[in-house]
């Protein structure tokens, strides 16, 4: 698979995707797009079925420079079933093309802290996603809870102060708007993505109000909000 320009319901301040790995995402989150697709498109179920797996041919792309690239769009590399020789020959990767901004979004950024971290090429802009500060175990899944992938970017933040930090709320779940905004705020993100779940699957959503009373605790703590189109339904 090439090297993909991003589009769609990307985020737009990303210039192309790219996927090494084949299976279905360890974490298995309820809401996840990509599991939902393979069911639809014989040529996604093929890929994106099964164990995770190294698509060695993923290794020849040619990155060239000047672009940021969201490394794994797909699945999650530093989910704990990835094997160890996987992320370090994808981070590898990486590496070749050093004039390029690599954008690692991890649900297990323990497992990037405590293992990869000093491989992570510099300039790189690293983020996990907190859809609350809740705990809905039949959504989340096999996922670490939100509470840990808190705890992991402050690590970041301390060890890797060169690395951007973001934080992506989407699909934004229920959430206690003043408790979650100061628990992100120790994080010190760069900035913060917001989005809702765009394929109806019912989700435990946040009424007008609670939103709002999350965004301006995140104004009032100097976080740079980069709200995604797909919010405006909750909005409304």
Same mark, same amino acid.
């Given at each position: ?13 990303? #210039?192309? #995707? ?87 979004? #991890? ?21 996990? #996603? ?107």
């Amino acid at each position: 698979m090439p090297l993909k320009k991003s589009a769609g319901n990307m985020y737009p301040w990303v #210039t192309h #995707t790219h996927s090494h790995l084949g299976g279905e995402c360890p974490h298995r989150c309820s809401y996840c797009y990509v599991q939902a697709m393979a069911k639809k498109f014989d040529t996604m179920k093929a890929r994106y079925s099964g164990p995770v797996r190294l698509i060695e041919s993923e290794l020849e792309v040619k990155y060239g420079e000047g672009k940021t690239i969201f490394i794994e769009h797909m699945n999650d590399l530093f989910a704990a079933a990835v094997p160890t020789d996987f992320v370090v020959r994808i981070l590898n990767h990486c590496k070749q093309f050093p004039k390029n901004t690599y954008v690692f979004q #991890t649900k297990n950024p323990g497992r990037l802290a405590h293992v990869f971290l000093d491989r992570i090429p510099k300039g790189s802009i690293v983020g996990t #996603t907190i859809e609350t500060n809740r705990h809905f175990p039949d959504i989340m899944r096999d996922a670490p809870n939100v509470q840990a992938r808190q705890l992991a970017m402050l690590q970041i933040k301390l060890y890797r102060p060169d690395l951007k930090r973001f934080v992506t709320v989407e699909p934004i779940l229920d959430l206690d708007p003043t408790e979650l905004a100061r628990g992100i705020a120790e994080i010190e993100p760069h900035f913060l993505n917001i989005g809702a779940d765009s394929k109806g699957r019912g989700l435990p959503e946040p009424s007008k109000a609670t939103i709002e009373a999350f965004l301006t605790a995140l104004r009032e703590r100097g976080i740079e909000i980069r709200e995604k189109h797909n919010l405006g339904r909750l909005m409304k």
